[in-house]
């Protein structure tokens, strides 16, 4: 039996953390930094959980495509707006 945590619905990782607060509280900042970090593990464990068979997982491929969306697009907004944002 698996001490790990069950995984999260897909739809429960469709929004992105605050980008901002996350990247903020990094000690450096790197090009691997995401505030998608849960939608990304969640697609793998599934992957993990169903033998590397990407059909079964499409639903959590999905919801991390839609959080990056989401991410990059408030990035955008901000920096449209004047405000500045982390790397």
Known sequence: ???EA???PPKDNVKPKDYYAKFTARKSYTEY????EDASKASLACMDRNGYDRDKCME????YRDCKRAWLD???ADRQRGRQTPT
């Open 6 to 8: 069950p995984p999260q």
């Open 74 to 76: 408030q990035r955008r």
């Open 60 to 63: 959590y491929f999905q919801a």
């Open 33 to 36: 930094t995401d505030p998608c």
């Open 1 to 3: 039996m698996s001490s």
